[in-house]
Structures are given as C-alpha cells and as structure tokens.
C-alpha cells in the first residue's frame, strides 16, 4: 500500500494486532480440540465419514478465525489510527459536596481544515458500579480565533440497555465539526450531574493515519 492509504499498519504492535490474533487463536484452539477428536477419539477414528466431517469443521473454524481476526482488527486500528486525540477526564464525583463539578479543557491541533471532524463524548462508570440513571454534560468547541465550531450545549446521556456479558455503562454520543483552520482548537467539557467517576473524549479525524489510542483502548 502506498504512503497515505487508510490502514496502513506500522512495525509496532498495538492492542488492534493482539484483538486479532486473540480472536484467531479462540477460534484455533476450537479448530485443535477438533482436530485432536478426529484422531484420537475411538468412535470417530471408526467412523471415516464422521472423522472426515470432525476435520472439515477444525478447518473450518481455522478459515473463520482468520476472518474474525482480521476483521477485529481492521475496524480497531481503523479507529486507533484516525484518533486526532483520546483523554480521559474527571467527572464530578470528585467534587466537594455542594461545589460544582469543575470543567475540563482539552486541547488538539488541527491538521486537515475543511474535512470533518467527530467529537464522541461518553460519560463513563466504574467497573463495580453500574450507573443508575441519566446525566448531563454540557461542552463547547472553540477554534483558534476563537471561533464556535461546537457553541456551548447540554446533553444527555442515557444508561446503556445492556445484556447478559455485556458492562453497564452511559451511551456515548458523536457530534460532527468541520474546523476551518490548522492550529490549537479547544473544547470545554463540564459534568453537571453528580456521580459520573469519567468523561471519555475522543476527537476523529478521518483524514489522520498516524493516530494513537489512550492507554487501554
């Protein structure tokens, strides 16, 4: 692939190649048990059609691991490489009783004005403590002239419907910008509801290829 195609990925490896050769190797582990059965299990070693279908499925699950691999990992460096910048900010269960939870600004340069930016804001719980109710955040994004490309607003964010496996969380939330300029742009985040541990704040720049995740993403 030539310099500047989407996905292009570097000697380095990241958490996007370890999702993928984790989703591989479950589904080779799978493929090897199979594959143990078809030679060591009486009953199938006595069966040759019911053998020869034990090893069709132990390739087959090979065949489909390749393909999950490389579809986890492609939609995760997709992500991690058009990241313009990725924190995690303090919510407001810091905050005093009685004080107002403090805003937080995040600053980013721009590199490709006139293609269009996302803001994605998530209001994050701890592990062991599944949020119980909607909050509210309020944010603006501001240019280096001082611009609003993101005029100061409040929104909601409601708690995920989840199901069996899955974390109880808030539902993030995407909001499209198209900066003008190149330069230092900032955003304001400020929780106003009480009890939010975090704030995640992504900025995407599809434009970008040389872009980093924050630790843990």
């Not at 001082?146 to 964010?157: D, H, I, K, Y």
């Amino acid at each position: 692939m030539a310099d500047g195609d989407p996905l292009l990925p570097g000697n380095t490896m990241t958490n996007s190649h370890l999702l993928g050769l984790v989703t591989f190797a479950a589904f080779a582990l799978f493929a090897l048990l199979a594959w143990a059965v078809s030679n060591k299990h009486p009953d199938v070693r006595a069966n040759p059609s019911l053998q020869r279908r034990t090893r069709q499925t132990a390739l087959f699950l090979v065949v489909l691991g390749a393909a999950f691999g490389y579809f986890a990992f492609f939609i995760d460096y997709g992500m991690r490489v058009t990241t313009l910048r990725e924190v995690m900010v303090e919510g407001s269960v810091q905050a005093s009783p009685g004080t107002p939870p403090p805003a937080h600004t995040v600053t980013f340069a721009v590199e490709h004005p006139g293609v269009e930016h996302e803001l994605f804001l998530s209001p994050t719980a701890e592990l062991f403590q599944p949020p119980e109710s909607d909050v509210d955040v309020s944010f603006s994004l501001h240019g280096p002239d001082g611009e609003a490309l993101l005029p100061e607003r409040t929104e909601r964010f409601a708690v995920r419907t989840v199901s069996w496996g899955e974390r109880a969380d808030w539902d993030g939330k995407t909001f499209p910008f198209t900066p003008a300029v190149t330069g230092q742009h900032m955003l304001r985040v400020k929780p106003l509801t009480m009890g939010i541990p975090r704030i995640q704040v992504r900025i995407e720049d599809p434009a970008n290829r040389d872009g980093e995740r924050m630790p843990g993403y």
